[in-house]
Nanobody, 122 residues
């Protein structure tokens, strides 16, 4: 029905930057909130940032000022600009989208991508 595909992860030195992308495709009528989450090795998945369809954003305190979420509604894509990377930012980054699919009576459902790994190391 709906697929989310992340890209842009990789190995970066401390202080570096990356821009993650997540493109949604499939039987999409409308996408509401889009999120980024991350899961560090040995830790639980944690929320990073959310952007509403109207462009309102909220970021976790741990990333505020360094990470910035944005989206392109025409392309069903959400981005995460990550700057001033630290080793503690090493994690697999996942996007999530709340999608209203085509069809009558189908409720909004959350879909997850498969994740893109980010490794911060010198």
């Amino acid at each position: 029905q709906v697929q989310l595909v992340e890209s842009g992860g990789g190995l970066v030195q401390p202080g570096g930057s990356l821009r993650l992308s997540c493109a949604a495709s499939g039987s999409i009528y409308r996408i509401d909130d889009m999120d980024w989450h991350r899961q560090a090795p040995g830790k639980e998945r944690e929320w990073v940032a959310t952007i509403t369809r109207d462009g309102h954003t909220i970021h976790a305190d741990a990333v505020k000022g360094r990470f910035s979420i944005s989206r392109d509604n025409a392309k069903n894509t959400v981005f995460l600009q990550i700057d001033s990377l630290k080793p503690a930012d090493t994690a697999v980054y996942y996007c999530k989208a709340d999608v209203l699919t085509l069809g009558i009576g189908i409720p909004i459902k959350s879909y997850w991508g498969q994740g893109t790994p980010v490794t911060v190391s010198s």
